[in-house]
């Protein structure tokens, strides 16, 4: 993997084209080039990212979709494959105390990843409950540890040899028979600690009592590799990582649709553009989110409908004039009858009647985001996707969600006077689907339950079309920008293991 040849070295059988450039596609562009493959990514949009996207306009500057980034180790990992350090192509700002969980009676906890100050923190809420905090750090550790080592990463297809690649301690503590939830209580009695740190679940298209204890590991996670802001905004990142693509020969196209993966005789042999134009190579790897590859690009009808998908989500971009005191980088207003959010939104399909939502102001931690003296700020509502809301109409319903915002900040003494708000954009969950080719408007791809996790999970590269393989949120590992970015890795090894 660790072997680059230049272009010119590469014979037909080493070019693979990439559909589609959000950071699981410029993972797997790097990984493969390293590897010697000669790489080109087909971008439909105008600049690469994907969900990680950019709105700029009038001196603010938003990152579309992901607005905290965790595991650095990921992105060092990346850069270091290449030969490269990370510090010299993006700096990582700390968010430090990252999160402020805020109830509407008033309630608040603050995360850290300052023992110190977090397990203060937890006494004030629980009384005694540093010693659980303790046991949990220890517990996570551990299974946090052998989770990456031994499971997240490998390309396993079979769930014996997945699951016996634990020793049977760390089967007992993988907890994958006890809920989230349910985890948490073994360390935690207060509500407010266990919804906030189960919060988590919401991303991962389940509730902190369908998910397994497993993922105990995302906060956990937080808390031990901290939160940080890349310099720039999330964008700064994805940028060092296209100049990195770029250094070492990966060719990027933008605004360059694909309508079509184009095979014969069960095989892939190249992409078809808007235009009708055809490019051939032995291998495609498809970036696009897995049940869409499959209906619009393969025009396979079946097969897509059984994979689980995430919500969707509305996200507001707003430019303010000024500062906005009480609100620090980053913010989730949970509701006070937090279970019954989750049936709303994961079983009676509808739109919380009490809204959790985030609020990020990125400008808090890079003032150059928004212009001086002025907030840069992002809120994000979690929806049920279109598919299962039927017919909406988005402006009446955004218009209410944003009237709900501006009332629970308000209630929180966060004056936030409407007329400040020079600049918005709104992008509901159909944009989202439009814009990205995410699938029924899911925001962060495939679910992650039991069933939707390692073998279970729909596999990186296709099982009927050989040289078709897969890349991004909705294949191993799964969401969010460490695991894409491994995924382009463990994508590129499983291409090296079938043609090498
Ligand atoms: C609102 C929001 C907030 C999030 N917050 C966080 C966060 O704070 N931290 C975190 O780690 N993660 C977060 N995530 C998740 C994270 O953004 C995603 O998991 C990750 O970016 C997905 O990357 P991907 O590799 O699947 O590619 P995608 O981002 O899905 O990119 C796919 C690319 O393919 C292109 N494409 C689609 N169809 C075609 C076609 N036919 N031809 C050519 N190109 C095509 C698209 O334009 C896009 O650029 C968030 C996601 C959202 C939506």
Redesign the pocket.
Known sequence: MNKTRTSGEAGASDRVLI???????LSAAIHLRLAGFEVTI????ER?????NLIVQDGFRFDT??????YPWVFEELFRAAGRSMGDYVRLLPVDPSIRFLWPDGASFLLSSNLHRLRDECNRIEPGSAAGLMSFLADAEVKYNFSFQKLVRQNVDNPVAWFSALTPREMLRSSVWRSLYGELGRFFRSSRIREALGSYAMYLGGSPWSLPGLFSILPYGELAYGLWLPEGGIYGLVEAMARLADELGVRTLTR????RIVTQDGRATGIELADGTQVHAPIIVS???VP?THEE?LERKTGGRRIAMTPG?I?FYWGIRGRVDGLSHHTIFLPNDFKDTFSDLLKRKRIPENLPFYISVPSDTDSSLAPPGDTTAFA?VPTPRPSELGPIDWAAAAAAIRQKILDRLRAHGVALDPGRIVFERVWTPDV?GRT???YDGS???ASHSLFQLGPFRSRNYDRRIRGLYY????TTPG????L?VLGGQMTAQRILDHVR
Request: glycine residues 24%; positive net charge; charged residues 10%.
């Open positions: 559909i589609g450039g959000g950071l699981g596609g087909y971008e439909a949009h690469v990212g994907g969900r990680a979709g992901p607005s905290l980034l965790n360059q649709r694909v309508r970036n696009v989110d869409t690009l989500v996200t994000l989202w990205f080719g995410l925001a962060f791809g890349v991004g949120a909705s969401t969010g920008l460490p894409v």
